[in-house]
């Protein structure tokens, strides 16, 4: 056991009390003027190599020689029963979060002398009033917190009132484009003590969080957009509405009793945000159409009546494959009729099979990117599918090949892919494609190296499946599955 230092008698009171706050190695810290570090001086080191750094509270002693005994920091005399509070003089530095002072390496250079910094005035003796800090300063932390994350922007908010007042209500407006939770990612697997409360996981940060989503029991789950948003149908009355998850704003859109006719079965494949997030365009199964509208509006507008092979909203517009050809939904004016103009064409012919090929768009931290995935016969005679990326230059109009996804990830399902940053998460490789679990070849392969060409062989699927055991299960799971 380690040996405490002598107790000291408290002054005025008839009470002992510890001496001199030390570390756990017994080192004794106290409140000097500036300490010189070296070899050189008398005085001993305030800090000594690899020591932990100070503790404000009394220590015990330790098996080290205790140093000559100095000054100890200022006790603040307190009645029977209560904790005693322990303030620094205005000679010594804080100590709580301050890195540990270290001596010279290996023992050579000149003396380093580590001045005391004076803590804030009258901060340990009267407590700061944070609500009451103004309009200006609380609005201004605001808008920090809401350009990192609407996350940090929904907890700063649900401090206090005050902070409330100085920032804006994300479920005032309509569809604000600095409130939509694009780096967010709902997880198919509700949390089984409650239904409707479902797990969210941060592909940027690796942030994973929980939220209740009451207004699922009321709607039926259709879709999930780019921007993070869930698309939902009230039956009763057919009208389709956006549900921002972390803000729980609901926006109400025009019912689709127009497009469905006689038809009382509704799917959707793909869905986005365009015009800087003023429209919503959305791909409807039965009947085959792209459809807009923008809260308000009556009715839906049919734009493009056919199949398109991908979807993605990109820089506040929304694009898409027809064919091999992309398109991009046209800023029409209130005289002009919205419809699908040509983006982008590959400079060579892309051969595509309306059978055995897909085409997937994605937005790679902010350049858009095309996934061919195709089939093909190898020497013998076996048939295999290739994946190729393409790069769309939207000022030149053209498709340019690619050789990778510039350092990161991607997860690509049917009707859904992501980008996800490879550094965030330690399993994941940069370059890879990843495959989700709606694809029959992610049986044989997890992911597809563009790099170099290899492939990630797939392991007990089915096991993997029903119980992900890895962020990647996790994602590909997440991806190639409907969510509700």
Known sequence: MRARSPPLPDSGSGRRRDGPASNHHGDRIASTPPLLLGRGGTTPPYYYWGARRARSAPGSGGCNPPPPALPPTKIQSSR???????????????????????????????????????????????????????????????????????????????????????????????????????????????????????????????????????????????????????????????????????????????????????????????????????TVAVCFTHPTVLAVAKPGDVCWTVVYNGYLHSTVSFAGRFYCCVGTRLMVLNNATADQQRRLVLAAEGSNPIYFSLMADSLHLVDNAGELMMVHRSLYQDPEHNYKRKYEVYRADLDDGVLVPGKGFNGRAIFMGCRRTISVAAETFPTITADTLYLGYDFRERKRIIGYNLADGSSNPSHNVPRAEMHPCSVIDCLSHCIGKELA
Not at 120 to 148: K, S, Y
Not at 203 to 208: F, K, L, V
């Open 80 to 278: 029977r029963g209560e904790k005693r509070k322990f303030l620094f003089a205005s000679s010594c530095p804080p100590a709580w979060g301050a890195k540990r002072a270290r001596s010279p390496i290996c023992g050579g250079g000149d003396d380093v002398i580590i001045k005391p910094v004076d803590p804030v005035p009258g901060a340990a003796q009267e407590g700061v009033d944070w609500a009451n800090l103004g309009d200006g300063p609380a609005g201004l932390i605001a808008e920090l917190v809401l350009a990192n994350d609407v996350a940090d922007y929904v907890r700063f908010r649900a401090v206090c009132q005050p902070w409330r007042r100085c920032s804006p209500d994300p479920r005032a407006g309509g569809l604000d484009g600095r409130f939509l939770p694009r780096r967010w990612i709902m997880l198919d697997k509700a949390v089984t003590a409650s239904p409707r409360c479902h797990r969210f996981l941060n592909i940027s940060t690796g942030e994973s969080i929980r939220m209740g989503l009451p207004e699922l029991a009321d709607h039926r789950f259709l879709a999930v957009t780019p921007e993070g948003l869930l698309l939902l149908l009230h039956e009763p009355t057919l009208a389709i509405r956006l549900l921002n998850p972390l803000t729980r704003q609901l926006t109400t859109l025009p019912p689709v009793t127009t497009l469905l006719g006689e038809l009382i079965s509704l799917q959707v494949y793909g869905v986005g945000l365009a015009h800087a997030a003023s």
